[in-house]
C-alpha cells in the first residue's frame, strides 16, 4: 500500500466500496485524481467488479478485504491507515470538489463539529442529508410518503451559505477533525449498515461536539437505496440496525421532552436555530 501523494496529507478521504465501479467511475472520475496534500483511501469490502483497478486509476490507495464487513468497520480501517489531521467519509457515489475542503475543515476546526457539504439531486434540488431527531415515527412516515407535513422537523436543507445545525448527517458525507473522530472512537462497527450515522452523530452532540450542515459547499449525490430493491437482505440489515440503535436512544421512541433530557445540548442548539 502507497501513499499517491508526494507529502504527508493534511486531509484524508476515505470511501467504502463493494461492487462500486460504476459510481466511482461516474462520480469521482469527474473530480479528478487528488491534489497534492490530500489522500484518498478505499477501503474495498470484497468487490467482484474490478472496483479495486478503478479506484487505483482514479488516484486511491485501497485496502482489499477479504469479505463483506460493512460500512462502519470499514470507516475505522481506513481511519486507521490515514494520516491526515482532517478526515472525510465519502460515499463512491458522490462528486467531490476538492477546493471545499479547506472551507470545510476551517468549519470543523473552528466550529469543533462535524460537518457536510449540502448534497445535490442529478436535477440540482437539494437532497435532506441534514436531519432533525431521529424520532422512530418520523423515520416511517418519510419511508412510505415522506415528511410533508411537517418538513422542518425531520429532513433538514441549508439555505444561503450559513451553516445550519441538525440532529445528524447522512453518513454519505461526513468530516472531522483526526481530534473529534478519535473523541468518538470512530463509528461503531456493530452497525453494519443503517443508523450508523444517526448514531455517530448523536454520541457527537452527547461529547460537545456540533454536527452542521454547511450549504456553501454544494457536491452531487446519486443516492440509491440498497432498500429500495426487492432483495430482502437491506431489509433485514435495516430492521437488525433499527433495534439496535432503539434500545440505546430509547427516548426517540418517546417524543421531543424525553430527548431533550437525554440529548441537552443539541435540544438547546437545534431549539436556537429554529428560534
Known amino acids: 500500500m502507497s501513499n499517491t501523494n508526494a507529502q504527508r496529507p493534511w486531509c484524508s478521504l476515505i470511501t467504502v466500496t463493494y461492487n462500486s465501479s460504476a459510481a466511482l467511475t461516474e462520480f469521482w472520475g469527474k473530480a479528478g485524481h487528488p491534489p497534492m496534500g490530500i489522500e484518498w483511501i478505499v477501503v474495498d469490502n470484497g468487490s467482484t467488479d474490478g472496483t479495486q483497478d478503478v479506484a487505483r486509476k482514479l488516484g486511491a490507495t485501497v485496502i482489499e478485504r477479504d469479505g463483506n464487513f460493512g460500512f462502519s468497520s470499514s470507516n475505522n480501517v481506513g481511519v486507521e491507515a490515514s494520516s491526515g489531521a482532517f478526515i472525510g467519509f465519502v460515499n463512491p457515489d458522490i462528486s467531490i470538489d ?21 448534497l445535490l439531486n442529478a436535477d440540482g434540488t437539494q437532497q435532506p442529508n441534514g436531519r432533525g431527531y431521529p424520532f422512530l415515527v418520523d423515520k416511517i412516515r418519510n419511508r412510505i410518503a415522506g415528511d410533508s407535513r411537517r418538513p422542518a422537523r425531520y429532513l433538514l436543507f441549508g439555505a444561503g451559505t450559513e451553516p445550519r445545525v441538525v440532529s445528524w448527517l447522512m453518513g454519505a458525507s461526513i468530516f472531522g477533525m483526526r481530534e473529534s473522530i478519535d473523541a468518538l472512537g470512530g463509528w461503531d462497527s456493530r452497525f453494519f449498515l443503517y443508523y450508523e450515522d ?15 450542515l454547511a450549504p456553501k459547499y454544494r457536491w452531487l449525490h446519486g443516492w440509491a437505496r440498497e432498500t429500495s430493491t426487492a432483495s430482502a437482505t437491506p431489509w433485514k440489515r435495516e430492521i437488525s440496525s433499527m433495534v439496535k440503535f432503539y434500545s440505546r436512544y430509547p427516548e426517540f421512541l418517546l417524543g421531543t421532552y424525553a430527548a431533550g433530557r437525554r440529548h441537552p445540548l443539541l435540544s438547546r442548539k437545534l431549539k436556537a436555530a429554529h428560534a
Open 98 to 118: 476538492y477546493r471545499d475542503l479547506v472551507g470545510l475543515r476551517d468549519l470543523a476546526r473552528d466550529r469543533s463539529a462535524i460537518v457536510s457539504p449540502q
Open 198 to 212: 444517526s448514531d455517530i452523530c448523536i454520541r457527537a452532540w452527547d461529547l460537545g461536539i456540533d454536527v452542521l
